[in-house]
């Protein structure tokens, strides 16, 4: 064999082994990037996820600060409306103040309504300064039997006290007007509120 021979089947093998070489450096590479094609698909997704649970996170947190707004303009607007019907209540009850026939029958009301809840027993009624001839008047004239007593705080209407069972009704403007406010409450709760 000629040197010249030699040499050819030397860069023939040495050719074969170079494209031997490049076609596993290729498979290599296409592996490679195939690789890195489906990393970069899972970081995706992951960070795709990532951004679609925050994206919900922050819409929920909006929903429900927007929730609360809600129910916060909403218990205002509850509490104006009592305001302004309690203010409403409290001119015409001035008005009532001035004539002596209306309070009359409101305080007769207020003091029989208190003792259907007693009815009997030792009763002792408390009346303010302003109201006692008022009360004892009504006394007589309802034929209800206690003892009556004056207190030195203003109120309008009675307080009721049962001295054998221990216990007080509280029948006086103020109560009846502080009951109110809270049905009132309540009734727009259930409106509004679905409560």
Do not use: C
Not at 88 to 111: A, D, G, H, N, T
Not at 122 to 139: G, H, N, Q
Not at 175 to 188: N, V
């Amino acid at each position: 064999m000629e040197k010249e021979q030699i040499r050819q089947i030397v860069i023939q093998n040495a050719q074969k082994e170079i494209e031997s070489i490049l076609e596993t450096a290729r498979k290599e590479a296409r592996d490679i990037y195939e690789r890195a094609r489906a990393e970069l698909e899972d970081i995706k997704k992951r960070e795709y996820a990532k951004f679609a649970y925050w994206e919900q996170l922050e819409r929920s947190r909006q929903i429900g600060k927007a929730r609360q707004i809600e129910k916060d303009l909403i218990l205002k607007s509850k509490h104006k409306v009592i305001a302004d019907v309690v203010k409403e209540f409290q001119k015409e009850y001035v008005e009532i103040l001035k004539s002596p026939e209306r309070y009359r029958e409101i305080m007769k009301s207020l003091l029989l309504e208190a003792y259907k809840e007693v009815e009997g027993g030792d009763i002792v009624i408390y009346t303010s300064k302003k109201d006692r001839k008022l009360i004892e008047e009504l006394l007589k004239e309802t034929g209800i039997k206690a003892i009556l007593e004056t207190k030195d705080e203003e109120f309008d209407g009675v307080i009721l006290a049962d001295q054998n069972r221990g216990f007080y009704i509280y029948n006086t403007v103020k109560d009846r007007l502080d009951r109110a406010r809270d049905i009132l409450l309540e009734e727009f709760s259930k409106i509004f509120l679905g409560e």
